[in-house]
């Protein structure tokens, strides 16, 4: 029997929900070559949605041609100008020839190798450069509005996990050279898109930063309890299994509807159910996540300070006067000049983020397993 639920992989079809209104707006966006960054913690569906957006869009439309990359391995810019370099004539070329044909075109002053390997005509498209003796070009960049003209298309360009960029030692400059070269190219336009809120915040929310409004800056909201509720109940159904509109509610709210963790408790509990799923089974199924998580977390708390987890602790607790005497006093958080630079700390790794004024967590279960398993201890 297949099983329901996927987690951990990007969804399509039958297993994406709801979010029908950023899809219109990313492919509102795409058809009116406007530049768009996508902010949102891990796990809540930015490579879906954008996914979904592309599929959308391809379906009618053959003038556009999208490029994808992931930046996530480039630790230099050069790395990021040589998988702009790759992936532009990947995705322009159909086969083994053309990409050939299409590197000698496009890129040739970059001296490119090529190694094809495979009966079935896979490739390699390798530089046969030492990138630190004869760096590529930053005139890359220009390649997609080169394509564009010579092809007469659009071209949108998706950068996944684009805050890498922050990690560059040459960051701001690169930054800069990326903005110029970006902003002249009238046929092309680029999706941008990451999960380290502060990073991508840095590059697109600092009046300073090269990339300041740069385009739509897309915050992506989490999918709604009722949206979950219909979804969970409708796979059960569809399995042959039943769940209240109740405990389905309970399973989307005990992950506080973070779609990765839903998706995953849903399965442990579908997993469990003969017939009809229970709050216990959610229950025992959240516990087997817990457990299954229980090393990384002592690992986390083992890399913090002392006041950093005890800041943590107070969160679980629901303290809001974090500087009153008694929540130092009891948390070991020091004094109360310290507050800004614990919160700022723990920002900065991504355990917690500013949501509307509140401070949460970015990992729902990490607050379960402070309150279920680290504060007993
Ligand atoms: N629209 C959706 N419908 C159903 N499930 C979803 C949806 N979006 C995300 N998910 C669930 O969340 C998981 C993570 O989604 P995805 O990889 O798209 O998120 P992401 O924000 O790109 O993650 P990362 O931060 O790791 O890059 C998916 O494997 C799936 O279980
Ligand atoms: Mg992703």
Redesign the pocket.
């Known amino acids: 029997m297949e099983i329901p639920f996927?987690?951990?992989?990007?969804?399509s079809d039958n297993?994406?929900?709801?979010?029908k209104e950023e899809t219109d707006k990313l492919v509102s966006n795409i058809l009116s070559q406007t530049n768009t960054a996508i902010i949102?913690p891990?796990?809540?569906?930015?490579?879906?949605?954008v996914n979904k957006a592309i599929r959308s869009v391809s379906k009618t439309e053959d003038s556009i041609l999208f490029v994808r990359m992931n930046a996530f391995k480039c630790e230099t810019s050069q790395d990021l100008l040589e998988l702009f370099a790759k992936r532009m004539v990947e995705e322009i070329s159909t086969s083994a020839e053309t990409v050939i044909s299409n590197a000698r075109e496009f890129i040739s002053r970059l001296l490119p190798k090529l190694s094809i390997s495979g009966p079935s005509g896979e490739y390699e498209l390798s530089f046969g450069v030492d990138l630190r003796e004869s760096p590529i070009s930053e005139d890359v960049l220009d390649l997609p509005q080169q394509v564009a003209s010579k092809r007469r298309k659009k071209v949108i360009v998706c950068i996944?996990e684009f805050q890498q960029i922050g990690e560059f030692s040459d960051t701001k400059k690169f930054q800069r050279i990326l903005r110029s070269h970006w902003q002249e190219q009238p046929d092309v336009a680029y999706m941008l898109y990451g999960?380290k809120k502060h990073m991508m915040l840095n590059i697109f929310g600092e009046y300073s930063s090269p990339f300041y409004k740069f385009g739509d800056l897309m915050f992506l909201p989490k999918?709604s309890n009722e949206v979950w509720v219909d979804y969970i109940r409708n796979r059960f159904a569809q399995t042959g299994k039943t769940i209240t509109d109740e405990v389905a509610s309970t399973l989307a709210s005990a992950v506080e509807n973070h779609?990765?963790y839903v998706?995953q408790l849903a399965q442990y509990a579908w997993l469990r159910t003969e017939k009809e799923c229970t709050e216990g089974i959610v229950d025992m199924s959240l516990q087997s996540i817990l457990d299954s998580l229980n090393l990384q977390f002592v690992n986390l708390m083992d890399s913090m300070t002392e006041k950093q987890r005890g800041f943590l602790c107070a969160m679980c607790d629901g303290v809001r006067n974090y500087s009153a005497i008694q929540t130092l006093a009891k948390y070991k958080l020091g004094t109360s000049g310290n507050i800004r630079i614990i919160k700022a700390a723990l920002k900065k790794r991504d355990i917690i983020e500013d949501a509307g004024g509140t401070l949460e967590f970015q990992d729902p279960i990490l607050r379960l397993w402070l309150q279920r398993v680290y504060k007993t201890i």
Do not use: N, P
């Not at 996927?6 to 969804?11: L, N, P, S, T």
């Open positions: 996927v987690y951990g992989k990007i969804v297993d994406f929900v709801d979010r949102s891990r796990r809540w569906g930015k490579s879906s949605l996944d999960s999918i779609s990765y998706q």
